[in-house]
């Protein structure tokens, strides 16, 4: 299983691999936001020939045709507000913080 974070941008999209064991297979990179783009990300988790686990920022417009993508080609993907992220970490920071 790869686990695979994107942060979705306007003009570009940034990408983060994890195994399962940790290992990074592919250093981080960046692809356009174009179709180019998508398949070059799609190249490059099919090279890797495992199951994909996909999280991203939920950003509205910038991320919609990444997620039609994505979805048309079966990737398991997770959207996150990254608001709701930082208001979970701040909790957890202000509990153990006493």
């Given at each position: 299983?790869?686990?695979?974070?994107?942060?979705?941008?306007?003009?570009?999209?940034?990408?983060?691999?994890?195994?399962?064991?940790?290992e990074?297979?592919?250093?981080?990179?960046?692809?356009?936001?174009?179709?180019?783009?998508?398949?070059?990300?799609?190249?490059?988790?099919?090279?890797?020939?495992?199951?994909?686990?996909?999280?991203?920022?939920?950003?509205?417009?910038?991320?919609?045709?990444?997620?039609?993508?994505?979805?048309?080609?079966?990737?398991?993907?997770?959207?996150?507000?990254?608001?709701?992220?930082?208001?979970i970490?701040?909790?957890?920071?202000?509990m153990?913080?006493?």
């Amino acid at each position: 299983m790869l686990y695979v974070r994107i942060d979705v941008a306007k003009h570009k999209h940034d990408f983060a691999l994890l195994d399962e064991q940790g290992e990074i297979p592919i250093k981080n990179k960046y692809f356009p936001n174009s179709l180019d783009g998508f398949a070059y990300l799609n190249k490059k988790l099919q090279q890797l020939n495992e199951t994909s686990l996909i999280a991203l920022e939920d950003t509205g417009h910038y991320s919609f045709n990444l997620l039609a993508f994505l979805h048309e080609n079966n990737y398991q993907t997770y959207t996150y507000n990254p608001f709701r992220l930082l208001v979970i970490e701040e909790s957890y920071h202000h509990m153990w913080s006493w």
